[in-house]
Structures are given as structure tokens and as C-alpha cells.
T-cell receptor
Framework: RKEVEQDPGPFNVPEGATVAFNCTYS??????FFWYRQDCRKEPKLLMS???SGNEDGRFTAQLNRASQYISLLIRDSKLSDSATYLCVVSSYNQGGKLIFGQGTELSVKP | DTAVSQTPKYLVTQMGNDKSIKCEQNLGHDTMYWYKQDSKKFLKIMFSYNNKELIINETVPNRFSPKSPDKAHLNLHINSLELGDSAVYFCASSRDSASYEQYFGPGTRLTVT
């Protein structure tokens, strides 16, 4: 079983749609969680951290459920510029703090 | 100014050759990393250095040898290249080894023929 699992998609949505991505992780000792964004043929960039209380940054909302070992990302009012691959990332002290990346979920927003 | 830079951006070479990829960061960070992203898009850590000392060394063939001459540079040398080494190699840096926000370089697309 992969340490971090995501639906690879692609998710094809119209502009203005709301889209949700899910991610599960297998290491119960994981204590830090993130969403990174990777544009086609570019480097990954941190989108947002994920906290147990949930957090929001503009049109983006991230949620964490430690009991279910589940992380989500909600994008409201999708823009064409949101088209990218969204990477779920997990880290834990018992792995030396290294980041474990999911395969990524590809999003394509169409006009 | 580019925060994390890598050279070359593209590298095409034949099996059996030896090649190096260079990485430099101007962020003043203490920790640097090498990642490999394969054709299925999985991004996996290979090595991490903190202040020139190796702190993470994943299960990577010993044909791969990182070198950090100073904390702003982390180079990757690959001996006896194989077809399976074809991938995108990303360098990254973070403020320190406890900092989870990592800044990635643009990647080096390695193709072994």
C-alpha cells in the first residue's frame, strides 16, 4: 500500500465549479500535512498547510481527519488558472521529517 | 533572482555514461534535497543534506552520489547511467531540517538512451 494515496484523475470541470480532492495516508504517526501544486512540466510549490481545525485561503479550503487518516482540498469557483496537479504531502518525525508525496490529482478547468 | 537553480535543464545521454546535475540556492537555507519524479509522476526523496551533512539517504543505487561543497550547493553525480534513471530530478531547499516548506528548483529532465 502506498504511504499517501490520491485519485490521479483527471478531474475535468467547467469554470466556476466546486471541486474536491481526497487523500489518505497510512502512517498514523504523521503529524504534518500539506497540499502542493505542480503545473505541467514545472516544479511543485506549496499551496497550503493543513491543520486539524481546517483552514481556508481564499477559494481553497483544506481539511484533516486524523482518525480516518484523510485529507481533503476543496476549490470553489474554479478558474482556468487552477488547472494543475495537486499533490497531497505528509510528514512525520519518525521518518526524519521527510516529505512523502502522493501521486497527485490532475485538475483541468475548462471554459 | 532565481531562488533554487539547477543545471542543466535537459540532459540526454547514453547508457553507461556518467553525468552530474548541479543545484544552487540563494535563500540562505540550511537544508537541501534531491528528489526523483518518474514517468508516473511520483515524487520521491533521494537525499537530504543539512549544513553539508547527509541526513537522509533513501534506498538509492550507489551509482548516485550527492556532494555538498557548501550549504548553498548540492550536486548529484550519477555513474553508469541506466534506462531506468530517465526521470525529472528536482533539487529543493528548506530553512532547516525541521521546516516543511520546501522550495523546488525547475527540475532537470534526464533522458537515457
Amino acid at each position: 500500500r502506498k504511504e499517501v494515496e490520491q485519485d490521479p484523475g483527471p478531474f475535468n470541470v467547467p469554470e466556476g465549479a466546486t471541486v474536491a480532492f481526497n487523500c489518505t495516508y497510512s502512517n498514523s504517526a504523521s503529524q504534518s500535512f500539506f497540499w502542493y501544486r505542480q503545473d505541467c512540466r514545472k516544479e511543485p510549490k506549496l499551496l497550503m498547510s493543513v491543520y486539524s481545525s481546517g483552514n481556508e485561503d481564499g477559494r481553497f479550503t483544506a481539511q484533516l481527519n486524523r482518525a480516518s487518516q484523510y485529507i481533503s482540498l476543496l476549490i470553489r469557483d474554479s478558474k482556468l488558472s487552477d488547472s494543475a496537479t495537486y499533490l497531497c504531502v505528509v510528514s512525520s518525525y519518525n521518518q526524519g521529517g521527510k516529505l512523502i508525496f502522493g501521486q497527485g490529482t490532475e485538475l483541468s478547468v475548462k471554459p | 533572482d532565481t531562488a533554487v537553480s539547477q543545471t542543466p535543464k535537459y540532459l540526454v545521454t547514453q547508457m553507461g555514461n556518467d553525468k552530474s546535475i548541479k543545484c544552487e540556492q540563494n535563500l540562505g537555507h540550511d537544508t537541501m534535497y534531491w528528489y526523483k519524479q518518474d514517468s508516473k509522476k511520483f515524487l520521491k526523496i533521494m537525499f537530504s543534506y543539512n549544513n553539508k551533512e547527509l541526513i537522509i539517504n533513501e534506498t538509492v543505487p550507489n551509482r548516485f552520489s550527492p556532494k555538498s561543497p557548501d550549504k548553498a550547493h548540492l550536486n548529484l553525480h550519477i555513474n553508469s547511467l541506466e534506462l531506468g534513471d530517465s526521470a525529472v530530478y528536482f533539487c529543493a531547499s528548506s530553512r532547516d531540517s525541521a521546516s516543511y516548506e520546501q522550495y523546488f528548483g525547475p527540475g532537470t529532465r534526464l533522458t537515457v538512451t
